[in-house]
């Protein structure tokens, strides 16, 4: 049988230090600045690390960057992302001929944008949403398609890291 190598003290073994500290820091966060925002004026502006809403990525040329692979599908673990693939009439050539992502499902872990082998799904600052019908929740390919130019920020960011 072990011995125990450390034994508590009085003071330790009533908690008091504990306490003593986990008061200074509540003293501390009261005399510190408040950060309050004035919400619809006031616009937060994320950063390019932020995860809000998946976006799929539209080519200046208005090609999507999609090829329909299903990665994104397999690896979300909330279940959220539909895709279906169709065929162009070059054989080797696949698009999403249906994408959806069920934003109400969507936990945003960002786990779509990181197995995406084209860059085609990425990570948005959008992160207000407001639904009142389910069908409002379930963002089709139309709705989900994004300039590049709106999300370059983050695109830059992930090659960065990466």
């Given at each position: 049988m072990r011995k125990n190598l450390y034994r508590l003290t009085f003071l330790e073994r009533l908690y008091i230090p504990?306490?003593?500290?986990?008061?200074?820091?509540?003293?501390r966060q009261m005399f510190r600045r408040k950060e309050t925002?004035?919400?619809?004026?006031?616009?937060?502006?994320?950063p390019p690390s932020f995860r809000g809403a998946?976006?799929?990525v539209l080519e200046?040329?208005?090609v999507e960057r999609c090829v329909a692979c299903g990665l994104c599908s397999r690896v979300c673990p909330a279940l959220a992302i539909d895709v279906q693939a169709?065929?162009?009439p070059d054989p080797k050539e696949r698009y999403p001929a249906h994408f959806e992502i069920n934003m109400l499902r969507c936990i945003f872990?960002?786990?779509?944008?990181?197995?995406?082998p084209e860059e085609a799904i990425v990570?948005?600052?959008a992160f207000e949403f407001a639904f009142t019908r389910y069908e409002d929740a379930v963002f089709g390919k139309e709705r989900l398609l994004t300039p590049v130019s709106h999300v370059r920020e983050r695109l830059t960011f992930l090659?960065?890291?990466r």
């Open positions: 504990e306490i003593l500290r986990g008061m200074a820091i509540t003293l925002r004035q919400y619809p004026e006031e616009k937060w502006v994320p998946p976006v799929l200046e040329n208005g169709a065929e162009t872990c960002g786990f779509c944008e990181e197995v995406c990570m948005s600052d090659r960065e890291r």
